[in-house]
């Protein structure tokens, strides 16, 4: 029998869900809580989900909002309310961002339109930082660019820095929140990338293959090294869900990469995902690698590398941070992929929390900053290994003394 297509006709489901929940917590648990961590304004989204009926009205609403504070913003500056500007226009930036990622369809002229108001309100976020971040593109393969933005810490000197990873559903500008920024405020400086198939990729037709997301990371390393800001000798990457799998990809191979963070768990087959998860994420990545046929789509991840195999390869560093109920890998996927990893490992294990993490964002985000600068300075013994179950009402620093 020929198999259906993308699961489609499930597409009630989600919107009957959508029709009995105030947010998007019933199709994600916990998604509220990272929304808030990541500059997201409680105003910002009730406004989106008091609009929202189903899936396809998802997209307009953000734009709508998005527009709402782009005039805001854009009135602010012309008043000389440049503070309050940069940040109606971050807010406007990554609503822009929402908006456009809802619609996993090359050339769509709203996807487009929604692209340029991302860059175009995310490029003011920049202006008005006083130099402390800059964008830059960069060739990883012949004709095709990966992109990047730099956040520098404070203060003179080369410093830690960190490469970001975002995952399938964010692009670079989600992460790290300029105006809690949990590493610039360490000392380290923080650069957060699309790679193949993400944000300012896709919008280039630039999409994920077998093996160039880790030319993507190398070519932004590459260019890191060059500037006065950065110890080249202390750099960290940290993953965000399917970035918690490109990651070790990367660092696998990336030998200057020192210390590794995987947040949000995506280190199990693909079979969870693709197969047992909402129709959606297929949907997105299979847009991220270029394809539309569901059988060509399927060959194509059967040719993806094994994580447990590339773990052997990573000798650095790595914490990997879940839930104990993440959706979309279980805790056996994260005993195998740990049984693999070649070099000092760290497991923190949140009970009853799903893939999101936003229940515990405001816990988690820090602490994760915390273990980088800690693994980056003063390194791990090669025989370190830790678990950590974190119980429910409990906080990971209350396991994290003696």
């Given at each position: 029998m020929t198999k259906q297509q993308l699961r489609s006709d499930q597409g009630w489901i989600f919107d009957n869900f959508l029709m009995l929940s105030d947010n998007e917590d019933v199709l994600h648990p916990g998604i509220m809580g990272a929304r808030l961590e990541r500059g997201y304004k409680m105003q910002d989204l009730q406004s989106v989900y008091g609009?929202?009926?189903?899936?396809?009205?998802?997209?307009?609403?953000?734009?709508?909002?998005?527009?709402?504070?782009?005039?805001?913003?854009?009135?602010?500056?012309?008043?000389?309310r440049n503070i309050t500007a940069r940040q109606?226009?971050?807010?406007?930036?990554?609503?822009?961002?929402?908006?456009?990622?809802?619609?996993?369809?090359?050339?769509?002229?709203?996807?487009?339109?929604?692209?340029?108001?991302?860059?175009?309100?995310?490029?003011?976020?920049i202006d008005y930082s006083d130099?402390?971040?800059?964008?830059?593109?960069?060739?990883?393969?012949?004709?095709?660019?990966?992109?990047?933005?730099?956040?520098?810490?404070?203060?003179?000197g080369p410093k830690p820095t960190v490469l970001f990873l975002p995952g399938m559903d964010q692009v670079k500008e989600d992460v790290p929140n300029p105006y809690n920024n949990d590493?610039?405020?360490?000392?380290?400086?923080?650069?957060?990338?699309?790679?193949?198939?993400?944000?300012?990729?896709?919008?280039?037709?630039?999409?994920?293959?077998?093996?160039?997301?880790?030319?993507?990371?190398?070519?932004?390393?590459?260019?890191?090294?060059t500037l006065p800001e950065v110890d080249k000798d202390r750099i960290g990457l940290l993953g965000f869900s399917m970035g918690s799998r490109w990651g070790v990809q990367v660092a696998a191979k990336d030998k200057r990469i020192k210390a590794v963070c995987g947040q949000m768990a995506n280190v199990g087959t693909f079979d969870m995902i693709f197969e047992q998860a909402q129709p959606n994420f297929k949907r997105i990545f299979m847009y991220m690698a270029g394809y539309s046929d569901e059988t060509?789509?399927?060959?194509?991840i059967e040719?993806?590398?094994?994580?447990?195999?590339?773990a052997k390869s990573l000798k650095v560093p790595h914490l990997l941070v879940a839930g104990d109920m993440d959706e979309l890998c279980a805790p056996n996927d994260i005993k195998k992929f740990r049984e693999n990893l070649g070099g000092p490992s760290e497991l923190w294990l949140y009970e009853g929390v799903f893939h999101p993490m936003g229940e515990v964002a405001g816990e988690?985000?820090?602490?994760?900053?915390?273990?980088?600068?800690?693994?980056?300075?003063?390194?791990?013994?090669?025989?370190?290994?830790?678990?950590?179950?974190?119980?429910?009402?409990?906080?990971?620093?209350?396991?994290q003394h003696g």
């Amino acid at each position: 029998m020929t198999k259906q297509q993308l699961r489609s006709d499930q597409g009630w489901i989600f919107d009957n869900f959508l029709m009995l929940s105030d947010n998007e917590d019933v199709l994600h648990p916990g998604i509220m809580g990272a929304r808030l961590e990541r500059g997201y304004k409680m105003q910002d989204l009730q406004s989106v989900y008091g609009k929202v009926t189903g899936r396809r009205s998802f997209p307009k609403a953000w734009a709508k909002r998005a527009e709402v504070l782009e005039h805001m913003a854009t009135e602010a500056e012309k008043g000389g309310r440049n503070i309050t500007a940069r940040q109606l226009f971050h807010r406007a930036a990554i609503c822009f961002g929402r908006a456009q990622h809802m619609i996993p369809v090359h050339s769509d002229p709203s996807k487009e339109a929604w692209f340029s108001g991302l860059y175009r309100c995310f490029s003011k976020v920049i202006d008005y930082s006083d130099g402390t971040m800059i964008k830059k593109s960069l060739e990883f393969a012949p004709g095709q660019e990966t992109h990047c933005i730099f956040h520098k810490a404070p203060g003179e000197g080369p410093k830690p820095t960190v490469l970001f990873l975002p995952g399938m559903d964010q692009v670079k500008e989600d992460v790290p929140n300029p105006y809690n920024n949990d590493y610039t405020i360490r000392g380290m400086n923080i650069c957060s990338m699309d790679g193949p198939g993400q944000g300012e990729c896709n919008a280039n037709a630039v999409w994920q293959t077998k093996d160039n997301y880790p030319s993507a990371a190398s070519a932004v390393i590459d260019w890191l090294l060059t500037l006065p800001e950065v110890d080249k000798d202390r750099i960290g990457l940290l993953g965000f869900s399917m970035g918690s799998r490109w990651g070790v990809q990367v660092a696998a191979k990336d030998k200057r990469i020192k210390a590794v963070c995987g947040q949000m768990a995506n280190v199990g087959t693909f079979d969870m995902i693709f197969e047992q998860a909402q129709p959606n994420f297929k949907r997105i990545f299979m847009y991220m690698a270029g394809y539309s046929d569901e059988t060509e789509f399927d060959k194509f991840i059967e040719r993806m590398d094994y994580l447990p195999d590339v773990a052997k390869s990573l000798k650095v560093p790595h914490l990997l941070v879940a839930g104990d109920m993440d959706e979309l890998c279980a805790p056996n996927d994260i005993k195998k992929f740990r049984e693999n990893l070649g070099g000092p490992s760290e497991l923190w294990l949140y009970e009853g929390v799903f893939h999101p993490m936003g229940e515990v964002a405001g816990e988690i985000y820090p602490a994760i900053a915390d273990w980088l600068m800690t693994s980056l300075t003063e390194g791990r013994a090669d025989d370190y290994e830790r678990t950590i179950y974190v119980e429910e009402n409990t906080t990971i620093a209350d396991y994290q003394h003696g």
